[in-house]
């Protein structure tokens, strides 16, 4: 078996005759009039981020205070209740129900934004039944 050995060059790609041709055709074409260029609109361009005006106007005028419902006092005393009757830390009840130590401890200090999901898993892991959020109704 003999082994076939080609030879191969690398090396930069030469400018050819016809760039140059395509470029002198085109500024002679602008020069004589005949070429019309026209810009698209907000082509290339990120068109969201540049009509902030208008809506940071909107949120300046907004008068109304927004935010998170929290976890109500009686929610927090439930679940501290309930896991300290099951013997339990908070860290061994974040192991329980796979999460962080610090997210039962939010939701035991009532700093915590009430997630239905973790909430029917604490009542899980704790055996109890826990007094849910209520919903705010339109006023």
């Known amino acids: 078996m003999s082994q076939d050995w080609n030879t191969v060059m690398i090396s930069k790609t030469r400018p050819t005759a016809t760039r140059g041709q395509k470029n002198a055709a085109t500024a002679a074409a602008a020069r004589s009039g005949t070429l019309d260029t026209e810009r698209k609109f907000a082509a290339g361009e990120n068109k969201s981020s540049h009509r902030g005006h208008m809506n940071m106007k909107k949120l300046d005028d907004e ?4 935010q998170h419902t929290r976890v109500d006092r009686g929610l927090a005393q439930a679940i501290q209740q309930a896991r300290l009757g ?25 700093k915590a934004i009430p997630n239905p999901q973790l909430i029917s898993k604490l009542e899980r892991a704790l055996g109890v039944r826990l007094p849910r959020p209520g919903k705010k109704g339109k006023k």
Request: charged fraction near 30%.
């Open 63 to 66: 008068t109304e205070e927004f």
């Open 86 to 110: 099951k013997k339990m830390t908070q860290k061994q009840l974040a192991t329980q129900i796979n999460e962080k130590p610090q997210v039962v401890g939010e939701y035991e200090s009532g």
